[in-house]
């Protein structure tokens, strides 16, 4: 166990910074506001007034603002404020919030492997975001300029994707297989890095960071193990394959119980035995929709809860971090929703923050 005056210094540094920042949330009033914004330019500019981002969207021409360039600017955040606590923080502390902030290269690395199978998209817009995001490791000026599946392995030669993807690149390279088996790998590597880089933090700062990774973990390989029985035709070998390399409260015992399920009521009998019962509801659900926004607020409340639990500390810091995350996950789909005329009545019900109690419509 490390517990130092140094230690300790970082972990208030980041906990009462974060408390600041947590401040800078939008509130339910803003949600509403954006909610009710008629149009893409309509939302950038409001969110440009707004404390928390009105520094990620400075450069950016709000009466010219198209989807995709504001929800570009809109998923930098994250990465942002966490690349501003990298300076406090050392150690295991450091290799954590590294690890944290990887997947917002990952889901970069991912988007180049999309652009290169269906050929959409603008490969000089991509370069150009790209070098405007901090914490960048990867050769994405190569990758960029791959022509095939073979060049984007060459050039990953000596990253931490090069082994997990070798195989999955080379089946795209000889068109025998899509894009899944090479983005659950890039999964598999980064939440299995998060989750030992929450166990290598010092114990008295593990609980409630290991609370929320450990979380997140079991609620991929539950939900996995759910939409293969529902949508998938495979065996329940090759659907326990694909789990993640990682377990926390949900062991392999009950996950293979699950694999196993004859339906959906079997596999939800299974579920009311795991602390996640919670997260899924009491019964299948009828719309993948409504499971899909149990899962994002289970996720969204136990991060509150942490912010909320204890003196502020490193866990306060990454539960911030997480609840900036879902803000930001709300705001794209407000994005979408008005970009595509869709009722954002009903689309503030599918929000990972419950801004409707107890999922009645109070439209303002």
Request: aromatic share 12%.
């Amino acid at each position: 166990m490390s517990f130092s005056p140094l230690s300790a210094g970082e972990c208030t540094a980041v906990g009462a910074k974060a408390c600041v920042l947590y401040g800078r949330l939008l509130s339910d009033m803003d949600y509403w506001e954006i909610l009710q914004c008629d149009t893409v330019p309509e939302i950038a500019d409001y969110l440009q007034k707004a404390e928390g981002y009105k520094e990620g969207l400075s450069t950016l021409i709000a009466a010219n603002a198209h989807r995709a360039e504001l929800e570009d600017r809109l998923r930098a955040v994250p990465i942002r404020r966490a690349e501003a606590f990298m300076s406090y923080l050392s150690g295991p502390r450091r290799i954590f919030l590294r690890a944290w902030a990887e997947r917002f290269q990952a889901e970069q690395l991912k988007r180049v492997l999309r652009w290169l199978l269906s050929g959409h998209g603008n490969r000089e817009e991509m370069r150009a975001s790209l070098q405007e995001m901090p914490l960048i490791t990867l050769p994405f000026d190569a990758l960029l300029s791959s022509r095939t599946f073979d060049e984007v392995s060459e050039s990953l030669k000596g990253t931490a994707y090069y082994a997990p993807l070798k195989e999955p690149l080379r089946a795209l390279s000889e068109g025998r297989m899509n894009l899944f088996p090479a983005e659950t790998a890039i999964d598999a590597l980064i939440i299995a890095s998060l989750y030992r880089a929450a166990l290598g933090l010092p114990l008295l700062e593990r609980h409630y960071v290991l609370e929320l990774v450990g979380g997140l973990v079991d609620l991929l390989n539950i939900y996995w193990l759910y939409r293969a029985l529902r949508f998938y035709s495979m065996g329940r070998e090759e659907a326990l394959n694909r789990l993640l390399p990682v377990r926390h409260k949900a062991r392999f015992s009950l996950l293979r119980s699950l694999s196993r399920a004859k339906d959906l009521d079997e596999f939800w009998s299974l579920l009311k035995e795991t602390p996640y019962t919670a997260a899924f509801g009491d019964f299948p659900p009828q719309d993948e929709l409504v499971l899909e926004r149990s899962l994002k607020r289970f996720f969204y409340r136990s991060s509150l809860r942490a912010f909320r639990s204890g003196s502020p500390s490193f866990h306060t810091m990454v539960a911030y971090l997480m609840l900036l995350e879902f803000e930001v996950m709300d705001l794209v789909t407000i994005v979408e929703d008005v970009r595509y005329g869709y009722d954002r009545r009903m689309g503030a019900l599918f929000l990972a923050r419950p801004i409707i109690p107890e999922g009645v419509v109070s439209w303002q």
